[in-house]
């Protein structure tokens, strides 16, 4: 069983800086793809960026050159960051990183998934 939880979200401004982190149990980097999505109010849940097994990764264009994902293994933990910068107004949503065994930009594609958290950037 694969349990993911995110934590780091918050109020920030725009143009300012947020560190997500995702503590995944498990097997998880060396099994699935992980990736994180995000989901406005009204909106489709919509991929963000992702790393295959393989380490390669992959990122929606709308934060190309913005968000950078690393992972870590700290003891038994292993650790997902997603670092967002220059955050602007439309990166307002919940956050959720997700495992999957395929690595696709398509959340259908994605097993376990974490319960969500809010990032907010205010203009």
């Known amino acids: 069983q694969v349990q993911l939880a995110e934590s780091g979200g918050g109020l920030v401004q725009a143009g300012g800086s947020l560190t997500l982190t995702c503590v995944a149990s498990?097997?998880?980097?060396?099994?699935?793809?992980m990736g994180w999505f995000r989901q406005a109010p009204g909106k489709e849940r919509e991929f963000v960026r992702s790393i295959s097994r393989n380490g390669v990764v992959y990122y929606a264009d709308s934060v190309k050159g913005r968000f950078t994902i690393t992972i870590s293994r700290e003891s038994a933990k292993n650790i997902m960051y997603l670092q967002m910068m220059n955050l602007k107004p439309e990166d307002t949503a919940v956050y959720y990183c997700?495992?999957?065994?395929?690595?696709?930009?398509?959340?259908?594609?994605?097993?376990?998934w974490g319960q969500g958290t809010q990032v907010t950037v205010s203009s």
């Open positions: 997700a495992a999957g065994a395929a690595a696709t930009k398509f959340s259908k594609d994605y097993l376990y």
């Open positions: 498990g097997r998880t980097f060396s099994t699935f793809t």
